[in-house]
């Protein structure tokens, strides 16, 4: 962790575990569901996530974007689940057949981002789901602001190549 993420005196007090849960967990599970292709998944993730954002609190809410902390450690987690799918285990369904409701728009939508490659998807889903600041999107990828937005730039030409003219990408 560099010395930038943490908190320093003169700032905030950071806000309960409690209150962050509540905060973030909805939006946490959408994205990680999108990002994996499966619901329950998602919401498997998101438990996990802040699970350990619970048994490293102490850290965690001194840095200065917690919300992106348990993003991060989301798509780590999201990453380990793709790996163990990738080495033999079976690999959930990308749509949940337990609602068959769900439009046909959400599921071609849902195969595009899965079909992203995993930084490009990992952007898409931060800054355009999740709804985080380049700077946050930044933080919880690790990576630099420049390349938040290329990997954005070139999620959403590839996105608009899949899914045709018709589709419009906010942004």
Not at 47 to 54: G, Y
Not at 135 to 146: H, I, L, P, S
């Amino acid at each position: 962790m560099t010395q930038e993420n943490v908190r320093t005196a003169e700032s905030p007090a950071p806000e309960s575990f409690e209150a962050l849960c509540h905060r973030v967990h909805p939006r946490l599970v959408r994205s990680l569901a999108l990002y994996c292709g499966d619901a329950r998944t998602g919401e498997d993730l998101a438990q996990e996530a802040l699970a350990l954002a619970f048994r490293d609190w102490s850290t965690v809410k001194q840095t200065d974007h917690p919300e992106a902390w348990v993003h991060r450690v989301g798509m780590n987690l999201a990453h380990s689940w793709f790996r163990r799918a990738r080495i033999g285990r079976e690999r959930t369904q990308p749509t949940d057949p337990d609602r068959p409701d769900e439009p046909e728009t959400r599921l071609t939508v849902r195969a595009a981002v899965a079909s992203l490659p995993r930084r490009q998807r990992q952007a898409l889903v931060l800054r355009y789901f999740v709804d985080l600041s380049i700077r946050d999107t930044a933080t919880a990828m690790q990576c630099a602001e420049g390349t938040v937005r290329a990997l954005s730039s070139q999620a959403i030409d590839a996105l608009r190549q899949k899914l045709g003219d018709t589709w419009e990408v906010e942004g």
